[in-house]
């Protein structure tokens, strides 16, 4: 007696009185099943259509030569129809994000047949989409360059290059017109100090302010050099703010301070030790300094070796009595004074305000210079003011536009 518990699977065949291959009813299947197949095939070969008669859909996709490469300007999207679509159209599918621009056929869904999209050349029935490039991130020159360093007693210093490269051309960040904007539109250079202080703040005026706006690092930081790299490799321009002697002691920001009437040996040792402490600056700017700033026989051994290093120099107008402009033109620095303290009042509205004034010097000189201390309550608003000035046909440039260009010294007065 079998055991179908022990017996092996399948070694025994099945009963002939249960076999549904067995018998007249199972040839006849067999049969019908091959006769089946071989009519498939004859038919696939006779009519030449591999897919057994399943409806297809065939779509060509053809990417376009991408446009040259051209000044980054913020479009727009648009969708423009050529000419009225049939009323039959089918519906488009989603949209998709190509990277330049193609032609599609709204008969069909897909791409025209052509080779440059314009209004002359493509075809009736087709629809436009214009994809913008996304905006192109400007990447500084790296620093330091080791063309543009030597060893100091301190630590890097920057220098001029031999071929006389200067760090004030090769650091600063280029000017990108736009161009919706006419060719000779006022122009704005916000600088931004106290960076570096608080790290947190820092790292929020990097991330929230437009490129454009130039960063002033004052030397005590801790994390200085980190942050300063930071800046630059979000695209701003970045300024040493030196410390210079105050009328009142109390206020001398800290060691190393360059002090009025000092020896010149002592004061340019100083003057080092600050330049070593970050690299990639295009020049320097006061850090307080009513007193010493007054003092053209202190200023003089300063603006000499600014002049030696190829770098810039910004008079952020909190002294008074300041000689700097007359300094600096003598020894041949880049020079440039800020018009507007923006945030000398520290609310919202008083920022709001001075920004104003500065659009209006702008539009009235051709240029014009905005500084702010670093509080956190002018960041929002200089960003929203940046973000809106070309549309209102002015231009944000980094402040080594203006230095060098001899446009900022041009528009003072003695």
Do not use: C
Not at 54 to 68: D, G, M, S, V
Not at 355 to 378: D, M, N, T, Y
């Amino acid at each position: 007696m079998k055991n179908n518990l022990h017996d092996p699977l399948g070694l025994e065949p099945p009963d002939s009185q249960t076999s549904t291959a067995s018998g007249p009813w199972g040839s006849i299947a067999l049969g019908g099943l091959g006769f089946l197949v071989v009519g498939l095939v004859a038919f696939s070969v006779i009519t030449d259509d591999g897919t057994g008669g399943r409806p297809i859909a065939q779509a060509l996709i053809e990417p376009l030569a991408p446009a040259p490469a051209s000044v980054p300007a913020q479009q727009a999207a648009s969708v423009r129809p050529a000419t009225q679509a049939p009323a039959n159209a089918q519906a488009l599918p989603a949209p998709i994000e190509v990277p330049s621009m193609m032609a599609l056929d709204v008969r069909t869904g897909g791409p025209a047949q052509t080779s440059q999209v314009s209004r002359s050349t493509t075809p009736a029935g087709a629809l436009v989409i214009q994809v913008p490039q996304p905006p192109v991130h400007l990447q500084l020159t790296p620093a330091p360059d080791q063309r543009l360093v030597e060893k100091g007693k301190h630590g890097p210093l920057p220098k001029m290059a031999a071929d006389g490269s200067r760090p004030s051309d090769i650091y600063a960040r280029p000017v990108v017109s736009s161009p919706s904007l006419r060719v000779n539109a006022p122009r704005i250079a916000i600088v931004v100090g106290s960076m570096g202080l608080n790290a947190v703040g820092t790292r929020s005026a990097i991330a929230q302010l437009p490129g454009e706006v130039t960063l002033g690092f004052a030397p005590y930081g801790g994390e200085l050099a980190t942050l300063a790299q930071a800046a630059r490799e979000n695209g701003h321009e970045i300024l040493l703010q030196v410390p210079m002697e105050p009328y009142e002691k109390a206020d001398i920001p800290g060691p190393y301070t360059l002090m009025a009437g000092a020896e010149a040996g002592a004061n340019l040792d100083g003057l080092h030790w600050f330049m070593s402490r970050i690299t990639g600056y295009v020049g320097i700017a006061n850090f307080l300094g009513a007193k010493f700033a007054a003092r053209e026989a202190d200023l003089a051994p300063v603006m000499r070796e600014l002049t030696k290093r190829g770098l810039l120099y910004l008079d952020d107008s909190t002294a008074a009595q300041s000689r700097a402009m007359q300094v600096a033109g003598a020894a041949g620095v880049g020079f440039g004074k800020v018009d507007v303290v923006l945030d000398l009042t520290p609310t919202p509205e008083a920022v709001q305000a001075a920004l104003g004034r500065l659009e209006a010097i702008a539009r009235s000189k051709g240029s014009a210079i905005g500084f702010a201390q670093g509080l956190p309550l002018a960041i929002d608003p200089i960003a929203r003011f940046a973000q809106g000035l070309e549309k209102r046909g002015l231009m944000l440039v980094p402040y080594s536009a203006l230095a060098r260009s001899g446009v900022a010294a041009a528009n003072l007065s003695p």
